[in-house]
């Protein structure tokens, strides 16, 4: 008998898109709100953004099921910290943590991909981005999900810096202000959405600063 | 009581039928420095007293946070205390975890109160020497209970353990009736009356206690230095016209000894 395929498979692809942009004091982080499956649409308004600590937000596309499992463990995880530590994780903290967590589930991963953002222990803005198992890297902006092949080229254009490994050094955070990186990204989302089918609807974003976190919401297009 | 041929396992009944390491470990309860707790329909408060072995070393810790809507504090072995805490934090992450809501506190006590019954019946473990007052707020509204090494457990209005808590206890026997409208002030101060009692004349200052709070809106927390001193302060002056309170009625071995009849077990308290 020829070796017979799954027929079945536990995963699906909710679709969306998130993004990510650290600044010298700020850090954004944003997502869109459609969650679907194949060609429909399940809801027009389902948080893809999650806090993780006080200065540490997490946005995760793919399978939202294995999101929001991924969501839980890591504010249990979180809460045990403060139990031992008594004080809230950082970010870079954080970020192996969830590393850690991912790959954990190596063979048989979350199927999620993140982007972390918030702000490290000097104040400055971090932006972590990671695949399905763990493997990440500290960035200046990232995006993940459905439209990051079309988001990712446009910020390249307008946030990357020169290598690192060029003199003088240049920070990798962007120079940008914060109302200017917000408004660069939701430029680059209303991009997205003419495009990716997945993407679309409303956005959400929020943004991480010394005062703390803030939420704000813009409309995308709905078809 | 002590020093009999049937009280060197805790798996060894003794004649009369009781089972004596069970009762030596409520003695290390009461060796331990005072916690008391006492609750109204909203709030809970939990107060200890902390004394540092001298003044080099910093005070040991007696009351641990649990979760945003249960804390506890202990009296006598306080190393079980703190792996006891660990274990209850790990109970209301899991349950929290599971089903999305805060961990009933009656729930939680009835599963601490049967971890230590296990340790009553295995010839190779012993008693956890600690008795913990643990304060919760769930939906059917403010709890304060009391769980002891036996694997007993009773729910109080108000309740006080470890060294010279007698006195506390008749402080707040005085005044139970009126905690379950107090206001969450009022119940902070006659928190830090009972906390005096147990000193023994020596002054009460927020370097020696601890107080703690939980109540409806307001998750469980310790109080700061600053607060509990603005507190002291605030009602020592209207104490020193009330005379100092009642004298500590022979505190010392009475009441702590243990009954030395044959008939009565201590574990009913």
Request: glycine share 8%; charged share 20%; net charge negative.
């Amino acid at each position: 008998m020829p070796k017979q395929q799954a027929n079945w498979s536990p995963y699906d692809n909710n679709g969306g898109s998130c993004v990510a942009v650290a600044g010298a004091d700020y850090c954004v982080i944003a997502a869109d709100t459609r969650m679907s499956t194949g060609y429909i649409i399940l809801t027009r308004d389902y948080s893809k953004i999650c806090k993780l600590a006080d200065k540490c937000v997490m946005a995760s596309s793919g399978f939202q099921a294995d999101v929001k499992a991924l969501q839980k463990h890591l504010a249990a995880r979180h809460l045990i910290y403060q139990h031992q530590h008594s004080k809230q994780m950082s970010c870079p903290a954080m970020a192996q943590l969830l590393s850690n967590t991912l790959y954990y589930k190596r063979f048989f991963p979350y199927y999620s991909f993140n982007v972390l953002g918030g702000l490290d222990n000097e104040g400055k803005g971090c932006v972590f981005t990671y695949d399905a198992v763990g493997s990440y890297e500290k960035v200046g902006y990232s995006s993940q999900g459905s439209g990051s092949t079309l988001i990712m080229p446009f910020l390249d254009n307008q946030l990357k810096s020169p290598s690192p490994l060029l003199l003088p050094v240049q920070d990798a955070v962007t120079p940008l202000a914060e109302a200017e990186a917000v408004d660069l990204v939701k430029t680059v989302f209303a991009s997205a959405s003419e495009r990716d089918i997945y993407t679309g609807d409303k956005l959400e974003i929020v943004v991480i600063n010394a005062d703390g976190i803030r939420r704000e919401y813009m409309d995308l297009r709905k078809d | 009581m002590f020093r009999n041929q049937y009280d060197t396992d805790v798996t060894t009944w003794s004649p009369a039928g009781r089972l004596f390491q069970v009762e030596y470990a409520m003695e290390a309860v009461k060796q331990g420095s005072a916690a008391i707790g006492l609750r109204s329909k909203t709030h809970i408060v939990l107060g200890c007293v902390n004394k540092a072995n001298s003044e080099l070393s910093s005070h040991q810790k007696k009351i641990f946070k649990v979760d945003d809507h249960i804390g506890v504090a202990i009296a006598g072995l306080t190393a079980d205390g703190r792996v006891l805490s660990r274990y209850m934090r790990n109970e209301c992450i899991n349950y929290s975890f599971t089903y999305e809501s805060p961990l009933p506190v009656g729930r939680l006590v009835v599963q601490l109160a049967d971890k230590a019954q296990v340790c009553t019946q295995r010839s190779w473990k012993r008693p956890y020497g600690v008795g913990l007052l643990v304060a919760g707020l769930d939906e059917s509204g403010a709890h304060l209970y009391y769980n002891c090494p036996s694997g007993n457990y009773f729910e109080y209005q108000a309740f006080a353990i470890g060294s010279r808590s007698q006195a506390a206890k008749t402080y707040l026997e005085r005044r139970f009736e009126n905690f379950a409208d107090s206001s969450r002030d009022d119940l902070v101060k006659d928190a830090l009356m009972a906390i005096r009692e147990t000193l023994q004349g020596e002054t009460l200052k927020s370097s020696i206690c601890t107080v703690a709070v939980v109540g409806v809106g307001e998750p469980f927390h310790i109080l700061d230095l600053e607060t509990v001193q603005q507190m002291i302060d605030a009602f020592e002056i209207v104490g020193e016209q009330e005379g100092p309170a009642a004298e500590p009625d022979a505190a010392a071995a009475a009441d702590q000894g243990g009954s030395t009849e044959e008939g009565v077990a201590p574990m009913d308290i």
